[in-house]
Structure formats: structure tokens, C-alpha cells
């Protein structure tokens, strides 16, 4: 409570004459000390006699008569002492507004404060931007990888056959992958060349055992003797024996079987075994 508030405290007296009871601030009491005069009979009277903060219940005729001649009580609640020699001005403290009894107060118990370093920012075009160009990178260097390691790829059970059907429907040619002990001779044979004097004639039957298209193989044909000493040789490349371009490029295919026609010189009659190497 404020000093001003309890200046101006509603109290109640009454006249000892006529008994009327009156209503007053406590401002009244202090121009006489406690003394004021009744409007009804005009008498004088001290009012702090029958001074009564409420009435008492009806039906009631006299309010409680208080002592004036006891003595004087001790006050030891003291709130301010000035200061004896040229006193500063003491500031006084502020008391803050106490909320109405019918107006809302808001309850901070569920008030939740979240750290800036942990606040969602909004992404802008520029994290957009980064994250396209740091994807459009990784694809290039799996890319890269991809075809470092093509080989090890087109050949492996797993990824080979997925790569061959990405490839067939997309509508280009994986590259061929050399694998020569997937290559298996079914049928070999040797006779004289029909048209060409001392020249032998040798075809063999090769099948590609991969799951992959291989390149065709440089073949490296032997003769010998009985006691198998070497004759001759000679080495065939892809285009000696596969003089379309078009079917050197696909290769053999997978599980495909290829025939293979050599024309070489006959060494003479000492020449009876031969034998073929892949590289």
C-alpha cells in the first residue's frame, strides 16, 4: 500500500450526541487533531473515540469507545530517517503495479528459448546452388571411376548384366572386355588349300564362354613335328581373319560361337601336330 493510499482509508465515527454515525478520510482527523463537528446537532467532538474501520452488523446503536488517555504507543516499524547534515535527495524505490484480480497475466513457465546456433535458416539460392554444382561433381568423378574400372565392371556377374541392359536400352555398345580363358575351341582343323599350291587351310570353332561381348582375339598358330619341334608360327590378328569391320567392332558375343578361317603355308611333310594360343 502506498502513502497516498492510506491516507484517504474510508474510516467510520459517531456523534456522541445524536449518535449519528458518519463516514470519513482519514485527511478529516488531521486539521483538528481528531476533532470535527457533527452536521446534525452541530456538536464538537474527537472522532478517533469511536474511530472504527468497519460498522459492526446490524442492528447496532453505539460503535466501540477507544481509550484517549492511555499511553502513547511505541512505533518500531521506522521506513525513513533523513540524513542530519545537508541531506541528498533519496531516490525512492518503485513498486510495480500489482495486476487486477479480473486481468489475465501471462504464464512464461512454457516459454522455450531456442539458441541461435540451433535456429533452421532458411536455405537461399546460394545452398541450392552449391549442392548442384557438389552433385553434378560426384557424378563426374564416379564417372570417372565407372570408366577407370570399366573392365572389372563389364565383367563382374553382378554389374555386368545390368550395364549390358542399361546399354541395350538406351541403345549403345558397352566396350569390349578381353577375357581369353573364356575362350573355348570346340573344333579345329587342317587340310590343303583347294587353290593355293603349298598352302594349308585351317578353321577352328571358338565359343565365348563370358557374359560379356570379348574383343576377338589375336590367335598365334603353331606347327610341329612328331617330336613336337617347332616349324613354323605365325600370329593372326583380328583383321587376317575377320575382314568385316562392322562384326570386329561388336565382337563375339556372349555365348556366341565363331568360325575362324586360317590360310598359312605348308612347312612340308614334316609338319604333323599344330596347335592354337589366344592373346
Known amino acids: 500500500m502506498t502513502p497516498a493510499s492510506g491516507y484517504n482509508r474510508r474510516m467510520y465515527t459517531q456523534c456522541p450526541e445524536c449518535l449519528t454515525v458518519y463516514k470519513l478520510d482519514a485527511a478529516l482527523l488531521v486539521p483538528a487533531c481528531g476533532c470535527v463537528r457533527c452536521s446534525h446537532c452541530s ?4 472522532a478517533l473515540g ?9 442492528p447496532f446503536s453505539l460503535l466501540p469507545v477507544h481509550d484517549l488517555d492511555s499511553e502513547p504507543p511505541a512505533l518500531d516499524i521506522a521506513v525513513f530517517r533523513p540524513k542530519p547534515a545537508a541531506p541528498e535527495p533519496v531516490e525512492q524505490p518503485t513498486v510495480a503495479a500489482v495486476p487486477a484480480a ?37 557424378v563426374g568423378l564416379g564417372g570417372q571411376l565407372a570408366w577407370a574400372k570399366r573392365d572389372t565392371l563389364i565383367a563382374d556377374t553382378t554389374f555386368g548384366p545390368w550395364l549390358q541392359w542399361t546399354c541395350d536400352t538406351l541403345g549403345c555398345d558397352l566396350p569390349l572386355v578381353s577375357d581369353i580363358h ?32 570379348q574383343p576377338y582375339p589375336t590367335v598365334t598358330i603353331t606347327l ?9 608360327m605365325r600370329r593372326f590378328a583380328p ?12 565382337g563375339m558375343r556372349a555365348g556366341a ?7 598359312v603355308q605348308d612347312p612340308g611333310q614334316k609338319a604333323v601336330a599344330f596347335e592354337f594360343a589366344f592373346e
Not at 456538536?43 to 474527537?46: A, I, L, S, T
Not at 469511536?50 to 446490524?58: N, R
Not at 610341329?224 to 613354323?232: I, P, S, V, Y
Open 224 to 232: 610341329a613335328d612328331t617330336d613336337g619341334k617347332r616349324l613354323a
Open 257 to 263: 560361337t565363331s568360325a575362324m578361317v586360317f590360310e
Open 102 to 138: 479480473d486481468e489475465p497475466t501471462e504464464d512464461f513457465s512454457e516459454l522455450v528459448f531456442t539458441p541461435k546456433f540451433a535456429r533452421r535458416r532458411r536455405r537461399s539460392w546460394q545452398a541450392f546452388t552449391w549442392t548442384a554444382i557438389c552433385t553434378v561433381l560426384l
Open 43 to 46: 456538536g464538537v467532538f474527537n
Open 239 to 250: 583383321a587376317d581373319y575377320v575382314t568385316d569391320a562392322s562384326a570386329r567392332s561388336r
Open 50 to 58: 469511536t474511530l472504527a474501520e468497519q460498522l459492526p452488523p446490524e
Open 182 to 213: 573364356r575362350l573355348r575351341m570346340l573344333a579345329r582343323d587342317v587340310e590343303a588349300h583347294p587353290s593355293v599350291p603349298d598352302g594349308l587351310l585351317i578353321t577352328a570353332s571358338v565359343r565365348n564362354d563370358a557374359p560379356f561381348a
